[in-house]
């Protein structure tokens, strides 16, 4: 049984900062890219940013490029991300995703393309 487990949210202030961390367990993930994506209130889940299966390409949301950073430690199972300037508008439950890679470099940005899901991590952003 495949658990995707999400911590670090939290409420801060605009401007702040937090950091995401998702850790994998039930099997050994290789050759697999991690997302993270996030769901505000009344609105349809959306892709954050994701990274390649060795960590060599990482691809961002237009509303985050800049102030998120997504890292992966293969090791370890865990995909972590860092939030930095944060705003209101990215308050949302944010979940962590895995799926195949099908090729080394290759980073999905549709919900449908992955397997697994976290239970997802609520952050509120105040103004």
């Known amino acids: 049984q495949v658990q995707l487990i999400e911590s670090g949210g939290g409420l801060v202030q605009a401007g702040g900062s937090l950091r995401l961390s998702c850790a994998a367990s039930?099997?050994?993930?290789?050759?697999?890219?991690w997302a993270w994506f996030r769901q505000a209130p009344g609105a349809e889940r959306e892709f954050v940013a994701g990274?390649?299966?060795?960590?060599?390409?990482?691809y961002y949301a237009d509303s985050v490029k800049g102030r998120f950073t997504i890292s992966r430690d293969n090791a370890k199972n865990t995909v972590d991300l860092q939030m930095n300037s944060l705003k209101p508008e990215d308050t949302a439950v944010y979940y962590c995703?895995?799926?195949?890679?099908?090729?080394?470099?290759?980073?999905?940005?549709?919900?449908?393309?992955?397997?697994?899901w976290g239970q997802g991590t609520q952050v509120t952003i105040s103004s």
């Open positions: 995703a895995v799926a195949m890679a099908r090729r080394p470099t290759e980073v999905m940005s549709q919900t449908y393309e992955y397997e697994h």
């Open positions: 039930g099997r050994t993930f290789v050759n697999v890219v």
């Open positions: 990274i390649s299966w060795r960590g060599l390409t990482t």
